[in-house]
C-alpha cells in the first residue's frame, strides 16, 4: 500500500492523539469522517497501524529505575533467551541488534535491589552491560514520510 500525502497527515494526526475522532482527524486533514475511516482501516488491514497503545509513567506507577541492558549471549543460549525474555515483566523493549551485543533491553525497576536480582537472572544466559535512564530526550517521536 502507498501511504499518500493524506494518509500521512492522518498518521500524523493518530501519532498525536491516537483518540482523536475520525470528525476531528476529517476537520484537520480536509476530508469527511467516513473518508477518514476508510483510510485508517487500509493502513490498519496493510499492518502500517498496527495498534494503538496507552504510554504509563513507570516512575508515577512506582518504579524507581529505568534501566537499558544489552546482553552478550554465551554460545547456545540466544535461541533459548529469545523465548526466555518474554516472560519478563521487567522488560518493556527488547531488541535483537547487531554489533558485539546480541540483545538491549529497556527495563523497568523497582529499586536496586531489584535491578541486582533482574542481573542476576540474566548472566545465566550471557553477560550483561547495564545503563541507568536519567531522563528522556526524545519520547515517543512520531513517523514521519520519507524524504
Not at 38 to 66: C, H, N, W
Not at 76 to 104: A, H, Q, S, W
Request: hydrophobic share 40%; net charge positive.
Amino acid at each position: 500500500m502507498v501511504i499518500d500525502k493524506l494518509n500521512w497527515k492522518i498518521l500524523k494526526c493518530l501519532q498525536q492523539n491516537a483518540r482523536m475522532s475520525n470528525t476531528e482527524i476529517g476537520r484537520r486533514v480536509g476530508i469527511t469522517s467516513p473518508a477518514v475511516s476508510e483510510r485508517i482501516k487500509k493502513m490498519e488491514d496493510a499492518e502500517i497501524i498496527q495498534g494503538y497503545t496507552t504510554f504509563v509513567s513507570p516512575f508515577e506507577a512506582g518504579y524507581q529505575l529505568k534501566a537499558l541492558i544489552t546482553l552478550r549471549a554465551f554460545m547456545g543460549m540466544l535461541k533459548p533467551f529469545l523465548e526466555k525474555v518474554k516472560t519478563y515483566d521487567e522488560v518493556v523493549n527488547c531488541y535483537r541488534i547487531t554489533g558485539n551485543e546480541n540483545i538491549v533491553m529497556e527495563v523497568v525497576l523497582k529499586n536496586q535491589k531489584h535491578l541486582e536480582t533482574f542481573i542476576d537472572q540474566l548472566i545465566t544466559y550471557g553477560e550483561t552491560k547495564t545503563q541507568i535512564v536519567l531522563s528522556h530526550v526524545v519520547k515517543h517521536s512520531e513517523i514521519k514520510p520519507l524524504k
